[in-house]
């Protein structure tokens, strides 16, 4: 069964600092993976996705994640965090064949003046 | 566009009363997904519709909770004889096609339920 494990609930950065939030599946077959976004009283927004192709997703609002199948991680960047960067963030897998997200526990991003 | 949309947005109940939560996808979006957001489980799978397909059912908790998509646009999530434990925020989302597996899901803003 897939499973997506987000390292650390909550992580808190400075304002310019380097944004990195960990992601890491287990899947049997090479999943589709996805970051969402969340803020506050809002549903889910996608950042960011990879399917096939290059390993190196670009996304929204700065963020890029890589796939690195040998880790089997997804991790989530962004070189500068802004303010408005703070919100509940979402790693999700699929596997090829099923329609249904499987989510991590989520990591809230705190950005600090 | 519009966006996809859910009413209502807040619901509190009684335990043991019936609810029903409706869901409105993007207009050509034919594929319609049901999650639950709990404080405790996190972001759950419910349900899941494809055009005139059978919906794919598996993430229903209990066989109090039913989904129904009417015309294959609107869908409404019923849950019957609520209980504490249903109180959470019920998530809809829709995809254009939802077959191949890379369709990005749109979400709605969610309806928030409270059993008390």
């Known amino acids: 069964a897939q499973s997506v494990t987000q390292l650390g609930s909550h992580v808190s950065v400075s304002e310019g600092a380097l944004v990195l939030l960990r992601c890491n599946y287990s899947s049997s077959v090479p999943p589709y993976l996805f970051w969402y976004v969340q803020y506050p009283n809002q549903g889910l927004q996608l950042l960011l996705k990879y399917t096939t192709g290059a390993t190196l997703v670009k996304g929204i609002n700065g963020f890029e994640a890589e796939f690195k199948k040998s880790e089997t991680s997804f991790h989530l960047t962004k070189p500068s965090a802004h303010m408005s960067d703070a919100a509940e963030y979402f790693c999700a897998v699929k596997e090829g064949g099923s329609e249904k997200l499987v989510f991590g526990k989520g990591t809230k991003l705190t950005v600090n003046p | 566009g519009a966006g996809v949309s859910q009413s209502p947005s807040n619901k509190v109940t009684e335990k043991g009363k019936d609810v029903e939560l409706r869901c409105d996808p993007i207009?050509?979006?034919?594929?319609l997904y049901w999650y639950r957001q709990s404080l405790g489980q996190g972001l759950e799978f419910l349900i899941y519709f494809q055009g005139n397909s059978a919906p794919d059912k598996s993430g229903l908790p209990s066989d109090r909770f039913s989904a129904e998509r009417t015309g294959g646009s609107v869908s409404t999530l019923t849950i019957q004889r609520t209980q504490q434990e249903d109180s959470a925020v019920y998530l809809c989302a829709s995809s254009l096609a939802g077959t191949s597996g890379i369709d990005t899901q749109y979400f709605g803003p969610g309806t928030r339920l409270t059993v008390l």
């Open positions: 207009s050509g979006h034919t594929a």
